[in-house]
């Protein structure tokens, strides 16, 4: 497998850095989704846009729920709003897809498909995804997550129906491991959640890490589901590295303590977490637990307006992650849909590339809709960035930002980088 090459440059706040990725797969006999093969039973449109939700209301990935509903939420108040899909309302099913624990994702999808849904946003995990991506796609209708990161859906089989508003692991690991460099931490100690996720972005982190001369002194994977973590924290201690990675789920609670125990302290070994454990812990851990560690999150700037339009959805939002790509992600999926003129899977599939690409820039739903209207193809620019599905059905454009704890267990941004990843 050929690496990617990476060109970049440093970034304030403000800026962004440059960075161009080329997707690559072990298995060439893969299929990309959003270009895979048509071989999914066509759905029967009904003229009215359905959407299903695949989003966590319980597990390990709960804290991701609020903002992600927010987001579906906020989309179809203003896809309503500007006249709907095919001239009539969008209607919406909401259900949990829990985490790999529980059977409750499966249960949830049979749920959507006999509500005849056309697209289905979610999950947020990806083994959660991994789980339900056949019988989804296979069913004939479109599954497109705001959050799934794992490469593994780059060169999935998917007939065509699955994309992403999130970009690949590979752009978040490389992130994550240049910031390490930079930092100046030589000698890591990685602790990674036993899945689809945690390993690829672990492979992802790892990679950058060395390619920028540091050196992985130990690489715990764990049982998301194990009762102790002591083991896993004592290895990493007995390495005795500059910096640890976490990169995992909810789990990661539990893990906190016993690296304190162990006097494995963010201010004694810097911590970097990742979206998957990017939260705002507050008094849920003693103040200055996370003073000065960092993590990494896929996601442009949300602007102070698309939060205060999230809050009249949900008042009690203390969190905005993934709540751009969730809009985004309803809002490209409605695009589609009027392109296409059908509410039809496999027809609106074949203009997701198109609206948000090689067309007249647009950035609201009504603006956008208004263009089709006239024949003017578009290219959609979201809230979490300029998106542009390639061929793999990833955004071929991201942005990871780069976050900051202080004493009071909060995170803050501190640095943006954006790049371009070549399906």
Known sequence: ????????????????????????????????????????????????????????QTGSLAFLGPPEF???????????EAGGVLGKPVTKSDTDSGDTSTD?????????????????????????SLSVIDKITGAGVMEISPANTSDKFTTYKDNGLYFRTAPPDVLQGRVLGNQIVQDGKAKVGLLVLQDSYGTGLAKSTRAAIESGGGQVVAEEVYD????????????????????IVLIGFDETKKIVPKLVEAGLTSKAKQWYLVDGNLSNYGKEFPAGTFTGAK???????????????????????????????????????????????SDVAADFAKQMTAVTSAGTKCTAYKECKDLLDKGTDIDY??????????????????????YQYGADNTYKNVAYQSGSIAG
């Open 224 to 243: 998301p589901k194990a009762a102790d973590y002591s083991a896993e924290v004592g290895k990493i201690k007995q390495a005795n590295p500059d910096a």
């Open 1 to 56: 497998m050929t690496r990617p090459s990476f060109a970049w440059r440093s970034v304030a706040v403000l800026g962004a850095a440059c960075l161009v990725l080329s997707a690559c797969s072990d298995d060439d006999s893969s299929t990309s989704p959003g270009s895979g093969s048509s071989s999914a039973p066509a759905a029967a449109g009904d003229g009215v846009f359905k959407i299903g939700t695949l989003l966590p």
């Open 104 to 128: 409750i994702a499966s249960q949830s999808v049979n749920k959507l498909l006999t509500e005849k849904v056309d697209v289905i946003i979610g999950a947020a995990s990806s083994s959660v």
């Open 70 to 80: 927010a987001g579906v939420d906020l989309a179809i108040k203003d896809i309503n």
């Open 295 to 341: 993590g990494t999150l896929p996601g442009a700037k949300a602007s102070d307006t698309f939060k205060k339009d999230l809050l009249t959805i949900n008042p009690k939002l203390k969190d905005f992650s993934y709540a751009p790509e969730s809009y985004d992600a309803t809002v490209v999926a409605a695009l589609a849909a009027t392109a296409a003129k």
């Open 381 to 402: 620019d979201g809230v979490s960035g300029p998106i542009e599905f390639n061929e793999a059905g990833d955004p071929s454009k991201a942005t990871i930002g780069i």
